[in-house]
């Protein structure tokens, strides 16, 4: 079964130069004669189609700037596409950068139920998987604790523990993370590793070559916002070589 | 067509209720978290400031305190929620900024839970002030049955000009402060603190264009006079609301997808 259809879609950036208008600078510049271009336009993706099918694991490589974030949020619904179409069936994770929606006044296990209702937990359900996402993060002494007083290795590893429980139909994952010290690292990587297996479509954008070629069998080329190329690991060993 | 699409944004707004209920939880919690008096703050706030306000201008008006009071309680509780949500809701897509640009959140979920929170600060504060002025001699009627459709209605009126200023203050970041002076002059130019009849003369017409002067008859009406509003201006103030409402809902839809972009 297809689960994402991307059909000619291009995302158009607007830069503006001088950071953001001011209402007094709007109305000025309407009564000006010569315009100045305040913005020039960037297209961040051209007219991409493809489409990945149920049981997939697709890398997207590409240089900086080549446009693959940008894609992945176009998926993730967080940029609407300027042209084309992208349909998605079933549920997408996105996996929040690590700790995007936590709030530094609220308790590590408020945080817990703020972000999980994000990611489209029910209040029934977080209740059930709190435990683990709390002993999976060793936190359980500071649980109750605004997490602005959590350490970055804390706080990371909260932000980790939450976001590898998602039970994910589509899992879109931008530059794996990992926080905290070696063993955590480890055992880190096992839960993201099962997470994944648990999906069952995967896209993975990653710059480490060695990580793309253990978890992906399809690899999609980007250069300035267009494919280069589509397909199995030759196009990762021609993406390295280039 | 158009229907249907709409139906599916309800639809999908309703799959995000409980984000919603969290960032309800998150305005009303959070801001008397770690305080010693806590929530009873959003109470005590509005409570001394009505206070003195009735104080002040009972004088000048030369009107019984009592009675001025009440009539003060009753037009400030409208106008404040209108002024607070819509001057509040400017800010509900820029701080949530991380968010948005992280995961797919229907976005009117923000300005919505931020107007929802300062409904049940509402309702909590003029609970309080509603015990005060029966303490100082108001009569319970059966005119304040009433005040839950007034309710209703002041909510839908203030959530459609919420919206219009969620979506303009991430374009044009000043108007987070117009927005500020804008509300101080609408204070003095709305009968809240003085009769409608009371502004006669040049100025007059505002009043009479003013919507909110329909609000806070809504209000005044049932707590001051303990009589039902008149019909006309129950018609005006649903009115009023719908159209407040439509224009917000429109306009939202119509720029929402572009934000992402600009925050």
């Given at each position: 079964m297809?689960?994402?259809i991307v ?7 607007r830069?503006y ?6 209402a007094?600078?709007?109305?000025a510049?309407?009564f000006r004669?010569?315009k100045?271009?305040?913005y020039?336009?960037f297209w961040?993706l051209?007219?991409?189609s493809?489409s990945?099918?149920d049981?997939e694991r697709?890398g997207i490589?590409g240089r ?6 940008t894609?992945?949020?176009t998926?993730c619904r ?6 084309g179409?992208v349909t998605?069936h079933?549920?997408?994770?996105p996996l ?8 530094p006044e609220?308790t590590?296990?408020?945080n817990i139920y703020?972000n ?6 029910r209040?029934?359900q ?8 709390i002993?999976?993060?060793e936190?359980e ?12 290795g804390?706080?990371?590893?909260l932000a980790f523990?939450l ?6 139909d589509?899992?879109v ?7 905290g010290?070696?063993t955590?690292?480890?055992r880190?990587?096992e839960?993201m590793?099962?997470?994944i297996d648990?999906a ?9 070559q060695?990580?793309l070629?253990s978890?992906?069998e ?7 916002g267009?494919?280069?190329?589509d397909?199995d690991?030759s196009v990762?060993d021609?993406y390295?070589a280039? | 067509?158009?229907?249907n699409k ?8 309703y799959?995000?209720?409980f984000v919603l ?6 305005q009303?919690i959070l ?7 806590g929530?009873?703050w959003?109470?005590l706030?509005p409570?001394?400031?009505m ?5 002040v201008?009972?004088t000048?008006f030369?009107?019984?305190l009592?009675t ?17 949500s819509?001057?509040?809701s400017?800010?509900?897509l820029i701080?949530?900024e991380?968010?948005?640009k992280?995961?797919?959140i229907?976005k009117?979920?923000?300005p919505l839970?931020?107007?929802v929170a300062?409904l049940?600060?509402s309702?909590l504060?003029?609970?309080a002030l509603f ?7 108001g009569?319970l009627t059966?005119?304040?049955?009433f005040?839950?459709v007034?309710y209703v209605?002041l909510?839908l009126?203030?959530?459609g000009?919420a ?9 044009f970041?000043?108007?987070q402060h117009?927005v500020?002076i ?9 009968p809240v603190?003085?009769k409608?009849e009371?502004?006669?003369g040049k ?8 919507p909110l002067t329909?609000?806070v ?21 649903g009115?009023?609301?719908v159209?407040s409402?439509?224009?917000g809902?429109?306009?939202f839809?119509r720029?929402e997808?572009?934000?992402a972009?600009r925050?």
């Open positions: 297809t689960k994402i059909d000619d879609l291009s995302l158009k950036f830069a130069h001088e950071g953001a208008t001011s007094k600078e709007y109305f510049n309407l004669t010569t100045r271009a305040k020039s336009d961040a051209q007219n991409l493809f990945i099918r049981g697709v490589v900086n700037g080549a446009g693959k974030s894609l992945l949020k998926i967080i940029y609407e596409p300027s042209a179409k998605v079933g549920r997408i994770a929040l950068e690590i700790g995007a929606g936590f709030h609220f590590g296990r408020e703020f999980g209702t994000i990611l489209g937990y209040k029934e977080l209740r059930a998987i709190e435990q683990e996402i002993s999976f993060a936190l002494e500071f649980i109750d604790t605004p997490v602005k007083y959590y350490s970055t804390m706080y990371m590893r523990s976001a590898t429980t998602v039970d994910p589509i899992l994952l931008d530059e794996l993370f990992a926080g010290d070696a955590f690292v480890k880190g990587k839960r590793y099962n997470m648990r069952s479509v995967m896209i993975l954008v990653s710059h480490d060695s990580l070629r978890l992906c399809r690899f999609i080329w980007l250069d300035h267009k494919i280069v190329a397909g690991v990762l021609r390295a280039s | 067509m158009s229907d709409f139906f599916q944004y309800l639809s999908e707004l799959e995000f209720r209920q969290q960032l309800v939880r998150q009303l801001r008397y978290r770690r305080t010693v008096f929530y009873f959003t109470l706030n409570l001394l400031m206070s003195v306000t009735a104080i201008f009972s000048i030369k009107m019984d009592k001025y009071a009440i009539f003060l309680f009753a037009g400030m509780i409208p106008f404040a929620f209108f002024s607070t819509v001057t509040q400017g800010q509900s701080g949530n991380g968010l948005i992280k995961v797919y229907p009117l979920i923000f839970g931020i107007s300062l049940i600060d309702v504060t003029a609970t015990i005060i002025i029966l303490a100082i001699g009569n059966l005119a304040l049955f005040i839950p007034g209605l909510f009126f203030s959530f000009i919206l219009v200023m969620t979506i303009s203050t991430v374009y970041r000043d108007l117009v500020g804008f509300m101080q002059a609408l204070l003095f130019l709305t603190f003085y409608p009371a502004l006669q100025v007059a017409w505002v009043i009479a264009l003013n329909q609000f008859e809504l209000f005044r009406m049932p707590i001051y006079l303990g009589v039902f509003p008149e019909a006309s201006t129950v018609l005006k103030a009115f009023l609301s159209l409402l439509a224009v809902l429109w306009f839809r720029h997808h572009r934000v972009f925050l």
